[in-house]
């Protein structure tokens, strides 16, 4: 759904006299931390924007886990990051916290990074630069990713002005050779890490004018990439990188030869006719698992069969329906693969309504509450889904799961 965020970008860049664009901006300030869908006669769908409870989500470690925090952070997570000897992560989020009445949530930074290990221990990033809510002094995402195997982060470096990548193990930091002004990181802002921690992929909205960046964090290299799509995968030499994006319209692109002397390289786009929730690369290297989006003015939040979809062609194949989820699912984000044959589908209900039943003045969405987030692995050729953990939490589109670059 992150293409949602990209329209109302482009309105805002493109027509700002006009008065639904400025009418609809006004309201996604005013309900921070909430997606605003423009679907066909300007759908509107509530979906609280943010973060997790300390949790663990384990692909080797698939029985139910459940955690109830009582719309509150846990207790504690105040540590800061030690300079060595972390685990492997299990996730990591951020959250927002400004409550319109009382107290803050215990132990809150405001849009500050948090990562969870897999052993269960939370810490702060301080060194990662926090996200700006709208409303405040703008909007500005910053972004954090995880290497498949959960032992590296990277993130922009406050201190640094630019992108690191931390072994957490070893606590060494590598500094990408150019630096990335805080004003590109834009509105929406993704990473992803390559799985040896080499390279980084960064791309953002808006700007046209800034571009999208693939570091070689190693030798110090920079690759210029297109704007408005998302790292969706990338091959193990960083040669070859396969993006996704939804506006202004869907489509897949792959580029290949990136670091071996051409200035642009081999490029390979489909344009696709739907908006589908894409999931990151499949271990195969060549296909995502796609999810149709059937919404409509008067009926939102509808969502069509899970299908693979070849990267090159835009070719789908073996689309079958969802099984196992409850009645109710409205949202769903398609995250990392923990096989061949599932992947990661983090759902989440909420009262979807048309957009003429949402009132001018209705309120805010505040920092908290907390809503009910679930994960389920779904197999691809069956599409059949279990359940990996429930728990309480702002929303699911800040929650970074390793080897993924989040919602999309």
Known sequence: MTWLRDVLVDLADDSPRVDLAERTIATHARRRRTVISLLAAAMVVFVALGTTATIRLLPDEPREREVASGGELPAGPSADLPARGVGPLSHAYTTFCEPARGKAPRGCRDGGWRVVTRSGETYHVPEALPSLAPGRTGLRDSPLAISRDGRKIAYYSAGEGTFQVRDLASGRRTTAARKVPET???SVSRLMLSDDGRFVAFSKVPEFKHPALLFDMRDGAVRELPNRLVPV?????????????????????????????????????????ANPTFSPLAPDGRTVAVI?????AERPCRHGSLALMDTLTGRKREATAIGGLPPGVSSISLRTWLGADEVTALTMSVR?????EVPDDEPAVIDPPYRTITAYAVNVRTGRARKLTTYRAQGFFEVVLPGAPGTL
């Open 233 to 273: 995968g990338l091959s193990p030499d960083g040669a070859t990188i396969t993006l996704a994006g939804h506006s202004p319209r869907s489509q897949l692109r792959t580029i290949s030869n990136l670091w071996p002397g051409s200035s642009k390289g081999g490029s390979t786009s489909v344009v696709l006719p």
């Open 352 to 356: 979807c309504r048309p957009s003429s």
């Open 184 to 186: 590109w990181l834009g």
């Open 292 to 296: 149709e989006n059937y919404s409509t």
